[in-house]
């Protein structure tokens, strides 16, 4: 993978079910993830990662200072050698706040 010419990283809330460019799992509704949307070679794309997924790959990133980005498909093999645990532990999905105790919250403080 090159380097992109345009990219921006932020972080979703997935609405439905992606899938990872890192490890190919399942993104589970609800949880976090990583969508990094850029142009490589003229051509637009976008992939989406778990937020575990992405914070091993920055750590990773950060430690050898690649000059060009970790393709993600290759992360697996960078953590393996790195005595990471692959695949990344997903984000626990009851850590997050459920749709459904935001709106009590709404109800409650009306
Ligand atoms: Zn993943």
């Known amino acids: 993978m090159e380097s992109p010419e345009v990219y921006t990283e932020v972080y979703r809330k997935a609405r439905k079910t992606h899938r990872c460019a890192c490890c190919f799992r399942e993104i589970t509704r609800s949880t976090h993830y990583m969508e990094c949307t850029g142009i490589w070679a003229g051509a637009p ?25 970790l393709p993600f498909e290759e992360l697996e093999t960078e953590a393996r050698e790195c005595g990471h645990a692959w695949p990344p532990p997903l984000e626990d999905k009851q850590r997050t706040l459920p749709m459904s105790a935001e709106g009590w919250l709404k109800k409650t403080t009306q």
């Open 45 to 69: 794309d976008r992939f989406r990662i778990h937020k575990s997924c992405y914070e091993l790959y920055r750590k990773l990133s950060d430690r050898f200072h690649f000059d060009d980005p």
